[in-house]
Nanobody, 128 residues
């Protein structure tokens, strides 16, 4: 059974940092990509960043480029999202999700619809 669990959210002042963790089980990182997807109040979900076992350059959305960094620790079955220089507009529920890659060697997707398995979100609130 595929399971993902996001943690690490909280309340932080603008300019601060948080690190989110996504612990997963039930699948191999070789066959799946993992993404961090957020949903701000009143907005659609957005893929913030994603990582896979094939592409050395993870995807990072323009809105968070140079502020957010995604990384993985395969030994711990965990993917992290380091968020620095947080802004008020980063306030959202952050989800980690897994995308079963249709073919080996494909890169992770920046499309929300491609993610098949979702964990519960973790709330990040940035105060201005």
């Amino acid at each position: 059974e595929v399971q993902l669990q996001a943690s690490g959210g909280g309340l932080v002042q603008a300019g601060g940092s948080l690190r989110l963790s996504c612990t997963y089980s039930g699948f191999s990182f070789v066959d799946y990509a993992i993404g961090w997807i957020r949903q701000a109040p009143g907005k659609e979900r957005e893929v913030v960043s994603c990582i896979d076992n094939n592409d050395p350059e993870p995807y990072v959305a323009d809105s968070v480029k140079e502020r957010f960094t995604i990384s993985s620790d395969n030994a711990k079955n965990t993917v992290y999202l380091q968020m620095n220089s947080l802004k008020y507009e980063d306030t959202a529920v952050y989800y980690c999700a897994a995308d079963r890659l249709p073919l080996p060697g494909l890169a992770c997707s920046s499309w929300v619809k491609d993610y098949d398995y979702w964990g519960r979100g973790t709330l990040v609130t940035v105060s201005s």
